[in-house]
């Protein structure tokens, strides 16, 4: 079965610099979800996107952004990079359990940032 | 707003054996879904076992099982014939209706051989 694609899956930036990072989410899936886990760190809540329109937001930074794009596919953007912005970032998807779906959230390999 | 606690960061048990993994719950909804996540070294995470809340029965998936205590907010994952495999970090997580999941600090778990 078709699983939640991440890329890329390891990414080296310097500080100041920026980085994109993309989700695809499992097909028929209508809401994406970005999440930031610093080392030792449980997954921390950054933003999510219900058919293309942001529906919640998290512990995410003026200096992120993202979007979700026609074809479902989510980007995450960050610009003027921190060290502190190293971290794993996850990207999950989900169907609404109010629609009737399984209610967990599917996630990712994840993307690992270093910034150096 | 939602919390998640998991009062144990780590635990060992021997291969082998059960050892169970705590979580308690802070939330005013009625409905809302529970879940335990393993993390492995690789990073991935992995679903083990979600609960509804508004089945009163435990879920069990093979070797796991919850004790899900709805009034005390109590959601605690038994692994029965605990496996080297089972070494991971897990997470406690919370989902009410059509919004994102809350994880707890999580608990890393060690297999003694």
């Known amino acids: 079965a078709a699983g939640v694609i991440q890329s890329p899956r390891h990414l080296i930036k310097e500080k100041r610099e920026t980085a994109t990072l993309k989700c695809y989410p499992i097909p028929r899936h209508d809401t994406v979800y970005w999440y930031q886990q610093g080392p030792g760190q449980d997954p921390q809540f950054l933003i999510s996107f219900y058919e293309k329109m942001q529906s919640d937001k998290g512990s995410i930074p003026d200096r992120f952004s993202a979007q979700q794009f026609s074809d479902y596919h989510s980007e995450l953007n960050m610009s003027s990079l921190e060290l502190g912005d190293s971290a794993l970032y996850f990207c999950?998807?989900?169907?609404?359990?109010?629609?009737?779906?399984?209610?967990?959230?599917?996630f990712g390999e994840g993307s690992r940032l270093t910034v150096l | 707003a939602q919390t998640v606690t998991q009062s144990q960061p780590e635990m060992s048990v021997q291969e082998a054996e059960t050892v169970t993994l705590s979580c308690t719950y802070d939330?005013?909804?009625?409905?809302?879904?529970l879940f335990w996540y393993k993390q492995p070294p690789s990073r991935q995470m992995i679903l083990v076992i979600r609960?509804?809340?508004?089945?009163?029965q435990n879920a069990t998936e093979n070797r796991f099982s919850v004790n899900f205590q709805k009034a005390a907010k109590s959601f605690s994952l038994k692994i029965s014939d605990s496996q080297l495999g089972d070494a991971a970090m897990y997470f406690c997580a919370y989902r009410s209706l059509n919004d994102k999941i809350i994880f707890g600090k999580g608990t890393r778990l060690h297999i003694l051989p």
């Open positions: 939330t005013s909804e009625s409905d809302y879904y």
């Open positions: 999950a998807s989900s169907t609404t359990p109010l629609a009737g779906g399984p209610g967990e959230l599917f």
């Open positions: 609960q509804e809340a508004y089945k009163q």
